[in-house]
C-alpha cells in the first residue's frame, strides 16, 4: 500500500490544531470566517480529513464532555503530526511552488510561527522572494514576446498575472523587513 499524499487542508487543519486543540466544528467555522475557505474545498471536506489524519497518527482526538451539553471530539496534533508540519514549513520552495501553488506558500508562511526560527523564516522569504522574481523575469519575457495579433483579453490577463506576482514580490521584501 502506498502512503496517501499529505493534502493542503491536512497541513492547514495540523496547523490550526498546534495553535489550539479544537473540535471538528470549531476548525469548520474557521476556515468558514476565515480567508483560509479556499483550502477545504467544502465544509464537509474538513471531518473526512480529520479522521484521515487520525487514522494516520497525525493528530489524536479526545471527547470532551465537560463544556457543552453534547460532548465534542476534540483534535490535537501528535508529535508525528507537529513532525509532518515541521517537514512541511522547512521545504525548499521550488519555481513550480510559485507558479502553482502560492497561496500554499503564503499559508505555510502563515504558520511558521510554529517554528519560532526568525532564520528559517528569512530563509523562506529570501526563497520565496528570489523564486517569484526569477517568475517574474520569465513573464515579463513571455509578455514581451507575444504575438501582436494576440487578442486583448489574453494580454491583459498575462498583465494581471506579472501584477499579482510583482505585489508577491514587494510583499516579501517588506516581510523580509520586519525578521
Given amino acids: 500500500m502506498t502512503k496517501r499524499t499529505t493534502t493542503t487542508l491536512d497541513y492547514a487543519l495540523l496547523g490550526l490544531l498546534h495553535q489550539s486543540p479544537q473540535s471538528g466544528y470549531d476548525l469548520r467555522k474557521i476556515f468558514e470566517t476565515m480567508a483560509m475557505g479556499s483550502f477545504s474545498g467544502s465544509p464537509g471536506a474538513i471531518y473526512p480529513a480529520l479522521g484521515r489524519l487520525e487514522r ?23 508529535k508525528a503530526g507537529r513532525q509532518t508540519l515541521t517537514n512541511w514549513l522547512l521545504r525548499e520552495i521550488e519555481r513550480d511552488d510559485v507558479e502553482r501553488r502560492v497561496d500554499e506558500l503564503l499559508l505555510r508562511f502563515a504558520f511558521h510561527w510554529v517554528l519560532d526560527n526568525k532564520t528559517a523564516t528569512r530563509r523562506f522569504l529570501e526563497s520565496f522572494s528570489s523564486e517569484v522574481e526569477g517568475y517574474l523575469e520569465a513573464l515579463n519575457r513571455q509578455q514581451r514576446q507575444l504575438p501582436v495579433e494576440t487578442p486583448l483579453h489574453a494580454r491583459l490577463a498575462l498583465t494581471a498575472g506579472i501584477e499579482q506576482y510583482r505585489a508577491c514580490a514587494r510583499w516579501a521584501r517588506k516581510a523580509l523587513k520586519e525578521f
Fill in 56 to 78: 494516520e497518527g497525525l493528530i489524536k482526538g479526545e471527547v470532551d464532555a465537560t463544556t457543552a451539553l453534547r460532548p465534542k471530539k476534540v483534535f490535537r496534533p501528535t
